[in-house]
């Protein structure tokens, strides 16, 4: 039997706690809030999690008729693309739910970049964050 709790791992020896987001009755950001032209582009959620965050735990939702659809999220002020959090479609129409953390700079804003224009949805949630 495997066990996985929210992180998978006692952050509190590190100094750092997980703040459960709870019950929100919503995605925070839907598609009508994302650029989908490629390019990489700031998402701040200083709105949603408090100073002090040093990362965000997320729901990712991404649908389109296109198999190979994706969106990438980052730290913002990092330039590779080695480490991110990627969501992605595999079947033409399929929704598919993406988990993960995402570190944030300081002013709380993480980046975001996808691969097609014409998504058929794209919900982002956050979980939960780490201060």
């Not at 509190?12 to 709870?22: E, N, P, Q």
Request: hydrophobic residues 40%; aromatic residues 12%; negative net charge.
């Amino acid at each position: 039997m495997i066990i996985i709790s929210t992180p998978p791992f006692d952050i509190s020896a590190l100094g750092h706690k997980y703040v459960d987001r709870g019950d929100p009755a919503a995605f925070d950001f839907t598609l009508g809030n994302f650029t989908t032209d490629g390019g990489w582009h700031d998402l701040d959620l200083s709105g949603i999690v408090p100073a002090g965050t040093i990362a965000v735990d997320l729901r990712v939702q991404v649908q389109d008729e296109l198999n190979t659809a994706a969106v990438n999220f980052r730290k913002k002020g990092n330039v590779n693309t080695v480490n991110v959090l990627r969501c992605s479609t595999h079947y033409d129409d399929d929704l598919l739910d993406t988990f993960g953390f995402v570190f944030c700079d300081v002013n709380r804003k993480i980046q975001y970049a996808s691969n097609d224009l014409t998504f058929t949805a794209i919900n982002f949630l956050v979980r939960g964050w780490l201060i």
